[in-house]
T-cell receptor, first 115, second 116 residues
């Protein structure tokens, strides 16, 4: 158990819909990262937040957005869903301090299926 | 960031040491080597990281060559539960943590199959 929690575990929705994925980082971790894993693309970085502020963006579509709240939990919003958005979505958090930037702890993921 | 090259797959007998190689010939002086693994569809798991000295923790050992162009992750006594995809990642450590971009860049990794 990494200490990172993600809800829901599974999500099935239709094309064109909007969903929200939730992540709670490990206690005390200020950074939250979102990754997408699809069969053909592998693990892809989407976005990073640090203490409520966006810190880095990867290959995140404009239809996707995220935020980190004052209690440090984060939400990833996916809208106008397409079949190709079906994937595993992972959240990770990393410890505070200079030495921890790439020592990331991943949650169990949310499996999104768009039909 | 330096690119890494790993064999796509490896087999290992249960109870034997698993030695997973990684080539990072373009690594620069301030880049660390990180290893993660992903057991089928679970979230990736941090294993170990190092700069130039060999490192050991409760999970594995990391051996980095003197010229730092390659490294080997060693699982000393592989079990069936070590069957996973292992990722070698090279990244610069952010000097300003608050401003650093800490995202990991995953390649295809090595699929390790531990067999009874």
């Amino acid at each position: 158990d990494s200490g990172v929690t993600q809800t829901p575990k599974h999500l099935i929705t239709a094309t064109g819909q909007r969903v929200t994925l939730r992540c709670s980082p490990r206690s005390g971790d200020l950074s939250v990262y979102w990754y997408q894993q699809s069969l053909d693309q592998g693990l892809q970085f989407l976005i990073q937040y640090y203490n409520g502020e966006e810190r880095a963006k990867g290959n995140i579509l404009e239809r996707f957005s995220a935020q980190q709240f004052p209690d440090l939990h984060s939400e990833l919003n996916l809208s106008s869903l397409e079949l190709g958005d079906s994937a595993l979505y992972f959240c990770a958090s990393s410890p505070k301090g200079l030495a921890g930037a790439y020592e990331q702890y991943f949650g169990p993921g949310t499996r999104l299926t768009v039909t | 960031d330096a690119k890494t090259t790993q064999p796509p797959s490896m087999d290992c007998a249960e109870g034997r040491a698993a030695n997973l190689p990684c080539n990072h010939s373009t690594i620069s002086g301030n880049e660390y080597v990180y290893w993660y693994r992903q057991i089928h569809s679970q979230g990736p798991q941090y294993i170990i990281h190092g700069l130039k000295n060999n490192e050991t923790n409760e999970m594995a050992s990391l051996i980095i060559t003197e010229d730092r162009k390659s490294s080997t992750l060693i699982l000393p006594h592989a079990t069936l539960r070590d069957t996973a995809v292992y990722y070698c990642i090279v990244r610069v450590l952010g000097m300003n943590y608050g401003g650093s971009q800490g995202n990991l860049i995953f390649g295809k990794g090595t699929k390790l199959s531990v067999k009874p």
